[in-house]
């Protein structure tokens, strides 16, 4: 729901707000609050009906019910933009299933640690194993560990654009 690995500060604002959403009929894919002095609250949801598309209105609906949300819960001190969208096609890749649902796919992700000495590697994702993604870069597949990763994401290729043209990004576009 969050970013693997944003921490503690967002982890109660997911799961404040996850229930609404999917009461919905959305998953929350990720929530994040970013900026300085003029901060956003990001709110990334998606149909848990993998054959919907995302609206403009949907992401108003949710928009007016993560509003009335929190305003009740009054979770963040100071102003903020809440801003609603769709992942998107080049989606982040947040939870561990999403590397399994997106396998097949090209990604990009940065590790911390390093492995291999390198923070940031693009491959073809071949889904996961245990808590290992597992990545195939230069015809080598290398297991990365979950916990490491920090900001993963697809990759927008002519093959993920024709998957989505067909009725969705992803594995279960080819399917």
Same mark, same amino acid.
């Given at each position: ?17 996850? /229930? ?6 959305? %998953? ?36 007016? $019910?993560?509003? $009335? ?5 009054? /979770? ?11 992942? @998107?096609?080049?989606? /982040? ?10 396998? @097949? %796919? ?7 640690? /390093? ?36 900001? $993963?994401?697809?990759?927008?290729? %002519? ?17």
């Amino acid at each position: 729901m969050t970013t693997a690995h944003e921490g503690s500060r967002i982890e109660p604002l997911a799961a404040l707000l996850a /229930p609404t959403l999917h009461d919905l009929g959305f %998953d929350l894919v990720q929530v994040r609050l970013i900026g300085g002095q003029r901060r956003t609250l990001q709110v990334m949801a998606e149909p848990l009906d993998r054959g919907v598309t995302m609206t403009v209105e949907h992401c108003a609906d949710i928009s007016q $019910a993560v509003s $009335a949300v929190l305003d009740v819960a009054d /979770p963040i001190a100071g102003a903020y933009v809440l801003e609603v969208s769709s992942p @998107g096609l080049d989606r /982040p890749l947040v939870r561990l299933d999403d590397f399994a649902r997106f396998a @097949g %796919d090209e990604v990009r992700l940065e590790v911390e640690p /390093p492995l291999d000495g390198r923070k940031r590697w693009r491959g073809r994702l071949e889904g996961v194993a245990g808590e290992d993604v597992l990545l195939t870069v230069d015809g080598l597949t290398r297991r990365v560990p979950y916990p490491t990763i920090r900001k $993963a994401k697809l990759v927008l290729t %002519d093959a993920l654009v024709a998957a989505a043209l067909k009725g969705g990004a992803g594995q279960e576009a080819r399917e």
